[in-house]
């Protein structure tokens, strides 16, 4: 990255807190209950670690293979490190040990092999399982009306914590829908806390991303993904 490169990303790590502080304090919270989580698919370690520098502690990975190319070189310390994408079972265990949270959990075969690995290594993995808000056919997620049912069996597997639920609504051209789609979702977080189930502790709304994270917060988020809106527009090639 360029030195005008980092400076940008300075100037939008700046904004985006500005905004979530605004967007919590709307809804009476403060800055500190809403996680900034900056989302770092296609990003170099050392724009990572820049971002880290300026107080960001919350990064996460989509794809297995990045993450693992990077490890080594971002810089921890006081950063945690997730993985936000969809997760093949039989990547699990190379990231077992290295994240802090999975943030994409949609089935039991999943938590499962989850569950294997990390006992293996004698940890306790946190999760967060996904739910597909929009019944959305190309998208991973668990349907509302089976969340309860897999959030009992997960319960139920040693060395595997549930901790939250994630979402990524449809894409909507207006505020008015993306909103319901998020309201829907921290009516379904609410509905769950309450009944108290065992082993299940729901501290963690993860949903929002760079086009859309203020209202998701306005709507109940706790934790936010944002990645273009940070470091820019995303190159792929």
């Given at each position: 990255m360029t030195a005008r490169s980092l400076a940008d990303v300075e100037y939008n790590y700046k904004v985006i807190n500005e905004r979530i502080a605004e967007a919590a304090q709307k809804i009476g919270k403060k800055r500190e209950d809403i996680t900034f989580l900056a989302a770092t698919k296609t990003v170099d370690a050392a724009t990572i670690n820049h971002a880290i520098s300026l107080g960001l502690d919350h990064i996460g990975e989509n794809r297995?293979?990045?993450?693992?190319?990077?490890?080594?070189?971002?810089?921890?310390?006081?950063?945690?490190?997730?993985?936000?994408?969809h997760l093949q079972t039989n990547k699990v265990r190379q990231i077992a040990g290295k994240v802090d949270l999975i943030q994409s959990v949609d089935s039991l075969k999943l938590a499962k092999e989850i569950s294997k690995e990390s006992k293996k290594r004698n940890i306790t993995t946190d999760i967060l399982v996904e739910v597909n808000i929009g019944r959305e056919e190309n998208k991973s997620g668990v349907f509302e009306e089976q969340l309860e049912e897999l959030l009992c069996q997960i319960a139920e597997l040693e060395s595997i914590s549930v901790r939250g639920l994630m979402t990524?609504?449809?894409?909507?051209?207006?505020?008015?829908?993306?909103?319901?789609?998020?309201?829907?979702?921290?009516?379904?977080?609410?509905?769950?806390?309450?009944?108290?189930?065992?082993?299940?502790?729901?501290?963690?709304?993860?949903?929002?991303?760079?086009?859309?994270?203020?209202?998701?917060?306005?709507?109940?988020?706790n934790m936010v993904r944002v990645g273009s809106s940070l470091f820019g527009a995303r190159n792929y090639t």
């Open positions: 297995v293979q990045e993450l693992l190319s990077k490890y080594e070189d971002y810089n921890l310390e006081n950063c945690s490190l997730q993985f936000i994408g990524i609504p449809p894409i909507c051209d207006n505020t008015r829908k993306i909103q319901k789609y998020f309201n829907n979702m921290h009516k379904l977080f609410i509905d769950i806390s309450q009944k108290k189930l065992d082993n299940i502790n729901m501290s963690i709304l993860s949903m929002g991303m760079s086009a859309d994270y203020y209202e998701a917060i306005l709507e109940g988020a």
